[in-house]
């Protein structure tokens, strides 16, 4: 679904917990893909953090907005906003750990 690669494959989600008491205590973050794990890392599993949900309702919401596009037969191509709802949809799918069984 995602065309941004996930923050953390999925065979690496089982090791990738929190170090002991939550602490990042002494590491170097060396590049962004490194900066995109510890995100992700950080918001699984959080009050404030994103849901498959969440990615799913994004995407629900673009397709009502093509969905009204369509009917007014404007026969415009996808508004900005689809796009930006589609695009922050593959950004919190890039976070999420993978669907259980895929």
Known sequence: MSKIEPAIPPEEWSTAGRPPHGAYVGFTVEDDRTWHRVAAVALHG??????????????????????????AGSGAPPSRYAIWLDSLADRIAALLPPVEGK
């Open 46 to 71: 959080q009050s404030f953090g994103f849901t498959r949900e969440d990615a799913e309702k994004l995407g629900i919401m673009r397709l009502y907005l093509m969905a009204g596009a369509s009917m």
